[in-house]
């Protein structure tokens, strides 16, 4: 195994491909939070007193609050006064109306990103609504999706052309007073993605949105709501990249998914911020509340994550099965290398009849890493027939990381089916002298052999997502076998 | 309880655990290892601590020729007939020949936790019991322990206490039952230390009273070689707790350890186990078989731990709930935490009804609801019942389940049935 642990070495030390930072002059609020800070943001944004009010609200309440510390995660104490809550690119009109009239620095980013927007929008069919830092400067297939009566906007536009939407919808998955970081998104998120389909459209391409946090000390703040009225389909998909940086940033996103009868959300994410350096220096500490709400009767909720970022990964997609007959499924492949920490997982909550719930979890660990699969499958008494899959599976590489799995299993109807099943395990030497007995270096075997392990996950990904997604975990994982 | 006859050493990691236990009050659940279970709800902390018994020992019918102790709400009423066979001593905790024996092994098989009911009953209970089996001696007979629980008009709080210390190459059986009448706290702790190459087979019946409150606390730690088999029956029990704590500590020993629980009316089991593997090469398996009726509520919560070091550890887990009632319950935590990238670990949790293809096949086969369902039950913990190796225990242990399985609940459960 000598070969082996050269490519540790060798692959171990591979930098962060898209470690960079774009010199562009923000716009940034005071560092610190404070209700002027809130206010300064709101205000900034032109938005309703009753925003603004909601804000304060969950900004009096996070400060009464306590980091929550059930997670095995270990991490210095955050310093929430030593960050800025506000960055924006500089406008130099009041808005750009076409690609452009977008910042060439800003598009210049997105090439070095692999993102060409424009092309990627004329040929893939995919339009981008691109958050860089926090306000969205370009959308892209608008058009196109006016004609359907899609709103695909970001979320400070949506505050101003769709209050009532907004009104409605915002925080009624995720409540300010949900958890502390969703709270303290609810006081300060400065802008996100915003997408309404209306009833009986099938949204004709994938939606999507690239994150990409680019001022130093800028946590984000997203917030993102997605709903599919009756009988609507909608793919979303979500991937960010970040620049490389010693100070750890801190990113606290709110999703909030509503699927009202018959509807269907697919949302995937691939998810690859700066992990730190080898050491462990450095990295984003990202700590997300994503949920959906299945409101509607036989309505569709499914998460796909590709989890290989950050250096602190604290994320629960879930689905509340409301709806009879409605649906829910998590696929999670999470790597996590070096000193890599990812408490990740979802939660099912059924309670209508005959709901069902799939769960597919692929945890890998190396290094010095830490991996736990976090789960809660729930029955609740009304769920007559209910139905439950979970599937954990860790794979561990290297004696020095840890794999963990923690999920709940409560059900309270005698209908309701449940099955949990984990395994944890490594690589095995027969699968390994296998393929490269036929002739594939270390390096092509450990991929083909992870790539399988979760090709369970990654076939759910929509086609632009699934070519990165496998390169990703290739890059991601191999560099530690040995 | 007579405290001034404790020896020294002894009285003073009575107070220390008492301090402990006083200042840390019972659990609740705000902690998460008593998430799903409710111990302080039932008033356990206003029972009166019990007196000793007057009298003699009761009556009752021992398993076979098993050597017997008898505990009667925790005290030791009646020895096993001398002489014992060679090797095994039979001795009160506080006596001065165990003593050095004791004192080695008493409280280090379960961790320090001062929430945890373990540390109350090193604080409270009256007589302990300390069994050794030597060096390379195998017991042909099995030891039993019957630990009765006798209250009045009064409820009454009792902390049963045994160590049993298997040395070098020692191989016994042990059965350990629970039973009783009226309304009483039962918090027992008992501790197995096998040396190398030692081998235990447990075999424990919890069929306490219907009122009764049973929190159980076993550690078992296990040298190189050693083996612990255990077969865990739960059936009685207002509610009850069976905390398990095993330390693999040796190169390549194994532990097994296989329940069944059965729950009626306001029930409440809970299994919590917590395996540690820290010497390599180690092998665990848990089976865990439970059966919910009416409002019954069944918890499992069972953690593996694969330490640094604990390379080829073979560590699997298992629990299966048959909810039978549209009012019972049953909750789930299968925890693993691994360290170690050479293992081969897993765990597997079910809950539903049962089998409905099953059912069919039976009722195609001309056999009514009510057979085929009970056929269904029996056959599923069977299982694990057949792992008790000891003909006279399993045929104790099975009638007992019988009993439970003819009960009205589950007669009731058919006509319900008919009536739908």
């Known amino acids: ?482 | 309880m007579t405290a001034a006859s404790h020896p020294d050493w002894l009285e003073s990691l009575r107070r220390a655990a008492r301090a402990k236990a006083d200042a840390a009050g019972l659990p609740s659940r705000r902690d998460e290892a008593w998430k799903y279970t409710d111990v302080a709800g039932l008033g356990v902390a206003s029972f009166a601590l019990a007196e000793k018994p007057q009298g003699g020992p009761p009556e009752a019918v021992p398993l076979g020729d098993a050597i017997r102790l008898v505990l009667v709400n925790g005290s030791l009423v009646a020895s096993p007939d001398t002489p014992l066979p060679a090797g095994v001593v039979v001795d009160r905790l506080d006596s001065g020949f165990s003593a050095d024996l004791v004192q080695a092994h008493l409280g280090r098989t379960i961790p320090p936790d001062a929430k945890s009911l373990a540390t109350l009953n090193s604080a409270l209970f009256a007589d302990g019991v300390v069994l050794r089996i030597g060096a390379g001696v195998t017991v042909a007979r099995p030891i039993e322990v019957l630990s009765l629980g006798q209250a009045g008009e009064e409820p009454l709080a009792f902390h049963p206490r045994c160590l049993v210390v298997v040395e070098e190459g020692g191989s016994a059986t042990l059965i350990e039952r629970h039973q009783g009448s009226g309304t009483y706290f039962s918090n027992s702790v008992l501790e197995i230390a096998l040396a190398s190459g030692a081998a235990l087979r447990h075999y424990k019946l919890q069929d306490e009273a219907a009122q009764a409150v049973h929190v159980a606390t076993l550690g078992v730690s296990l040298a190189a070689g050693a083996h612990y088999d255990g077969v865990l029956v739960q059936t009685g029990a207002r509610l009850a707790r069976h905390e398990v704590h095993a330390a693999l500590d040796g190169l390549e020993a194994s532990f097994a350890l296989d329940g069944a629980y059965l729950g009626a009316g306001q029930q409440h089991l809970d299994t919590t186990t917590f395996v540690t593997h820290v010497g390599p090469g180690g092998a665990s398996r848990q089976v865990f078989k439970g059966v919910l009726d009416d409002q019954a509520r069944g918890v499992f919560q069972g953690t593996v731990l694969v330490q640094r070091g604990a390379q080829k550890t073979d560590a699997h887990q298992l629990s299966k709930a048959l909810l039978l009632s549209p009012q019972a319950e049953m909750d789930g935590k299968p925890e693993l935490e691994i360290y170690a990238d050479d293992v081969k670990c897993g765990h597997g949790c079910t809950i539903g009804d049962i089998d409905e293809t099953a059912l069919f096949y039976l009722r195609a086969r001309g056999i009514d609801e009510a057979t085929a369902r009970h056929l269904l039950i029996e056959a599923f913990l069977a299982e694990v019942l057949e792992r008790i190796e000891a003909e006279p225990v399993r045929q104790a242990f099975a009638a007992v389940v019988g009993e439970r399985l003819q009960g009205a609940h589950a007669t009731r459960r058919i006509d319900d049935h008919r009536q739908g």
């Open chain 1, 1 to 482: 195994m000598s070969d082996g642990m050269e490519q540790v070495r060798s692959l171990a030390d591979q930098k962060y491909k898209y470690g960079f930072v774009t010199d562009i002059e923000a716009d940034v609020a005071p560092k610190g939070l404070n209700e002027d800070i809130i206010r300064f943001i709101s205000a900034k944004k032109g938005e309703p007193e009753w925003l603004l009010e909601w804000r304060l609200k969950a900004y009096k309440l996070w400060l009464s609050e306590a980091e929550p510390s059930w997670a095995k995660l270990r991490h210095p104490a955050i310093d929430y006064q030593d960050a800025y809550y506000y960055s924006a690119p500089k406008k130099k009109t009041d808005g750009p109306k076409s690609l452009d009239e977008v910042d060439p620095k800003l598009l210049e980013t997105y090439e070095k990103l692999g993102v060409p927007l424009h092309e990627r929008a004329a040929l893939a069919g995919v339009a981008v609504d691109a958050v860089f830092d926090s306000v969205s400067v370009a959308t892209t297939y608008k058009g196109k999706l006016e004609e359907l009566g899609i709103i695909f906007t970001s979320m400070s536009d949506a505050v101003k052309k769709h209050p009532e939407l907004v009104r409605k919808y915002l925080g009624s998955v995720v409540p300010y007073s949900d958890n502390y970081f969703a709270t303290l998104n609810s006081a300060v998120f400065t802008d996100g993605s915003f997408v309404y389909v209306p009833p009986g459209v099938r949204c004709p391409m994938e939606l999507s949105t690239y994150f990409r946090m680019n001022a130093e000390k800028t946590g984000q703040f997203e917030r993102t709501l997605i709903i599919a009225d009756k009988g609507s389909y909608v793919s979303y998909l979500e991937g960010c990249t970040a620049p490389m940086r010693d100070e750890n940033q801190l990113h606290a996103a709110v999703v909030e998914l509503v699927a009202l009868d018959e509807a269907e959300i697919k949302y995937s994410t691939v998810q690859n911020w700066y992990p730190g350096d080898e050491q462990g220096r450095g990295g984003i500490y990202n700590f997300v509340t994503k949920r959906g709400a299945c409101r509607g009767r036989a309505s569709r909720i499914s998460w796909t994550q590709v989890e290989t970022g950050s250096a602190i990964t604290w994320k629960y997609p879930s689905c509340i099965l409301q709806g009879d007959d409605s649906q829910g499924e998590f696929y999670s492949v999470a790597i996590t290398n070096n000193f890599q920490q990812a408490d990740t997982g979802t939660k099912m909550i059924h309670i209508g009849r005959n709901t069902r719930s799939r769960i597919i979890s692929k945890g890998i660990s190396a290094g010095h890493a830490d991996n736990t699969y976090r789960g809660l499958v729930r029955v609740l008494p009304k769920a007559e027939g209910a139905r439950n899959h979970t599937q954990c599976d860790s794979l561990l590489i290297g004696d020095r990381c840890g794999a963990h799995t923690t999920p709940y299993i409560e059900s309270r109807n005698s209908s309701a089916r449940i099955e949990h099943e984990a395994t944890t395990s490594k690589i095995s030497e027969e699968q390994l002298f296998y393929a490269r007995q036929r002739g594939l270096s270390e390096e092509e075997a450990v991929s083909l052999i992870v790539n399988g392990f979760c090709r369970d996950v990654l076939q759910h990904l929509p086609m632009e997502f699934a070519v990165e997604a496998q390169k990703l975990v290739a890059i991601s994982l191999e560099g530690s076998v040995g």
